[in-house]
T-cell receptor, first 112, second 113 residues
């Protein structure tokens, strides 16, 4: 079974500053990687995904992430955050078993 | 509506009662997942259906939990003899095929009092 580690439980950042949310997973076998965002009292919304191909993937709302196989990481970045980016962010991994394994989440708070 | 629909959105029940949570996936999606999310935690896998059959039910915590998907579309998660520790948000997701993203519903918030 996979395990997913999101090292930062809370990340405060000033508006218009860059941000990186870290994600590491346990296995280097073929995996599919995802970042989801969850706004208060809502379900999970897909931000971006890595299935194959280019290791740099771009998602919605100006977010991007880079798959690093040697470091088993899939960190999420945004060059300039907005107040509306305040939310909970979850990294998820899926392998051949087709189950999705989630991290514990990172709470991003954008400070005006 | 083209998204995953879950009903009810909120359910309050007394300890020891039986509850059913319903999930209506996106039309044509063959894979369906149930997850449980406790406060401040990430979603925890419960069960995965491919079509009508449960392909992986290893996440069900005990035999009080059961899920069905009789016609390969709508799924029902059933919890018998509910306990206060069952209180959580139950999330359903569906996927069009293997090895791609899952689309999540808004969840059912279950509170056992």
């Amino acid at each position: 079974a996979q395990s997913v580690t999101q090292l930062d439980s809370q990340v405060p950042v000033f508006e218009e500053a860059p941000v990186e949310l870290r994600c590491n997973y346990s296995s280097s076998v073929s995996v599919y990687l995802f970042w989801y965002v969850q706004y208060p009292n809502q379900g999970l919304q897909l931000l971006l995904k890595y299935l194959s191909g280019s290791t740099l993937v771009k998602g919605i709302n100006g977010f991007e992430a880079e798959f690093n196989k040697s470091q088993t990481s899939f960190h999420l970045r945004k060059p300039s955050v907005h107040i509306s980016d305040t939310a909970e962010y979850f990294c998820a991994v899926s392998d051949s078993g087709n189950q999705f394994y989630f991290g514990t989440g990172t709470s991003l708070t954008v400070i005006p | 509506g083209a998204g995953v629909s879950q009903t009810p959105s909120n359910k309050v029940t007394e300890k020891g009662k039986y509850v059913e949570l319903r999930c209506d996936p996106i039309s044509g999606h063959t894979a369906l997942y149930w997850y449980r999310q406790s406060l401040g935690q990430g979603p925890e896998f419960l069960i995965y259906f491919q079509g009508t059959g449960a392909a992986d039910d290893s996440g069900l915590p005990n035999d009080r939990f059961f899920a069905v998907r009789p016609e390969g579309s709508v799924s029902t998660l059933k919890i018998q003899r509910t306990e206060r520790g069952d209180s959580a948000v139950y999330l359903c997701a569906s996927s069009p095929r293997l090895n791609t993203e899952a689309f999540f519903g808004q969840g059912t918030r279950l509170t056992v009092v």
